[in-house]
Nanobody, 122 residues
Framework: VQLQASGGGLVQAGGSLMLSCAAS????????MGWFRQAPGKEREFVAG????????IYADSVKGRFTVSRDNAKNTVYLQMNSLKSEDTAVYYC????????????????WGQGTQVTVSS
């Protein structure tokens, strides 16, 4: 399955963005899905993960209460709603598939997609 993240852009601190991750060449409903990000000069980090049916989700402490991950298996798409954005959220955001949200959080990733840049100005 090929993944493509979109929806990034430039936003002021306190603003919101919704990222999408669309799949082609396969169905996302077979996988747990995760969002990761990588800021300049930093390692890639886990942001959020969601189970294959959307029944459970987990978040990094840094985004808990501000970001919401969701999915629409009928549309083969996963979303990341980002609210109350901060300058430290600036990064390239990637989506990934995995066997479970917990394994994604442990960086056990099956496949990556191309990222989308999010820039938060203060």
């Amino acid at each position: 399955v090929q993944l493509q993240a979109s929806g990034g852009g430039l936003v002021q601190a306190g603003g919101s963005l919704m990222l999408s991750c669309a799949a082609s060449g396969g169905t996302l409903s077979r996988y747990a899905m995760g969002w990761f990000r990588q800021a300049p000069g930093k390692e890639r980090e886990f942001v959020a993960g969601i189970s294959w049916n959307g029944g459970s989700s987990i978040y990094a402490d840094s985004v808990k209460g501000r970001f919401t991950v969701s999915r629409d298996n009928a549309k083969n798409t996963v979303y990341l709603q980002m609210n109350s954005l901060k300058s430290e959220d600036t990064a390239v955001y990637y989506c990934a598939t995995g066997r479970s949200a917990a394994l994604l959080k442990a960086n056990l990733i099956s496949s990556w997609g191309q990222g989308t840049q999010v820039t938060v100005s203060s």
